[in-house]
């Protein structure tokens, strides 16, 4: 069956740094999503993406956050200088229709 | 923001009884409902959801159930396995232009052999 994948499974950053997060969708799939568990925390939206555009975006996707979608198969979710509190897990999810969401297995991103 | 909650954090049953999971939400836009269970170090995965203009879909062994009036939805498991031992989310979503998903806190259940 097909699957949602992601990489890296974990990564370790430093403050400041960029981190690129990145996602290959169920091939179908037309809807792309981004969301984000901070330990102990709800599962957050950060960002939709349809037809090669943000659809909508939460407060939380600021201007050190971006999404691309670069060659048709890969979906990126990138933050250019990374703080603190933006340690979490963070989870793609793709969908054929709007009411669908398949989610990966996250990456887990740790900043020192 | 508390618009979808679930205020059980655990739920312990036995194998071979009915797990019921309980989600409330306050926001009357939302008109679809999803569940999904997530095992640890894995990402949440799609269980089975609701339209607003419907009040119960079943699959398999697994039933949800929608009161509007009550803005309250319940997840039923029955029999409950071992395997179903997890994280259950309730999740919602406005419809329309608006596909995010918001997300309640979860419960985790746990099915005794």
């Known amino acids: 069956e097909p699957e949602v994948t992601q990489t890296p499974s974990h990564q370790v950053t430093q403050m400041g740094q960029e981190v690129i997060l990145r996602c290959v969708p169920i091939s179908n799939h037309l809807y792309f999503y981004w969301y984000r568990q901070i330990l102990g925390q709800k599962v957050e939206f950060l960002v939709s993406f349809y037809n090669n555009e943000i659809s909508e975006k939460s407060e939380i996707f600021d201007d050190q956050f971006s999404v691309e979608r670069p060659d048709g198969s890969n979906f990126t979710l990138k933050i250019r200088s990374t703080k603190l509190e933006d340690s979490a897990m963070y989870f793609c999810?793709?969908?054929?229709?709007?009411?669908?969401?398949?989610f990966g297995p996250g990456t887990r991103l740790t900043v020192l | 923001d508390q618009q979808v909650k679930q205020n059980s954090p655990s739920l312990s049953v036995q194998e071979g009884r009915i797990s019921i999971l309980n989600c409330d939400y306050t926001n009357s836009m939302f008109d679809y409902f999803l569940w999904y269970k997530k095992y640890p170090a894995e990402g949440p995965t799609f269980l089975i959801s609701?339209?607003?203009?419907?009040d119960k879909n079943e699959d398999g062994r697994f039933t949800v159930f929608l009161n509007k009036s009550a803005k309250h939805l319940s997840l039923h498991i029955v029999p409950s396995q071992p395997g179903d031992s997890a994280v259950y989310f309730c999740?919602?979503?406005?419809?329309?232009?608006?596909?995010?998903?918001?997300f309640g806190t979860g419960t985790l259940l746990a099915v005794q052999p």
């Open positions: 999740a919602a979503n406005e419809g329309g232009a608006t596909n995010k998903l918001i």
């Open positions: 999810a793709s969908g054929r229709e709007l009411n669908e969401q398949f």
């Open positions: 609701i339209s607003s203009i419907k």
